[in-house]
């Protein structure tokens, strides 16, 4: 479904970084949420983001792996935790299609946009 416009100013906003996974936990009581522990480099540091994806892929499968960050995402309350950060995936149809891995060469911390 298409999104309605932004402009090039609210685009402008979007920090997005390259982050590395350093611990991805099921949140008990979800059969949706992980808990992921990301590295965004010096200006962000280690964060909690949760995300949808424990149907889509096992936690082990994420360890080390560098994924995009939307790093200046407003914090949200998700099952009685923060998520600091929002990692972009591929969607279809509302369900996830892929995730996006970045290569090693790129430093984590690195702005994507």
Do not use: W
Request: hydrophobic share 45%; proline share 6%; net charge neutral.
């Amino acid at each position: 479904m298409k999104k309605p416009n932004c402009t090039f100013a609210d685009f402008l906003k979007l920090d997005v970084r390259v982050g590395q996974i350093k611990s991805a936990i099921p949140v008990v009581g979800s059969n949706k949420l992980l808990l992921l522990s990301v590295d965004t480099g010096a200006d962000y540091g280690v964060v909690e983001i949760l995300s949808g994806i424990a149907k889509y892929v096992a936690p082990a499968d994420l360890i080390d792996k560098r994924v995009p960050v939307v790093a200046n995402l407003e914090p949200k309350q998700m099952a009685g935790k923060t998520s600091h950060g929002f990692i972009l995936m591929g969607d279809l149809e509302g369900h996830i299609a892929h995730l996006f891995f970045l290569p090693e060469t790129l430093p984590i911390g690195s702005v994507i946009c």
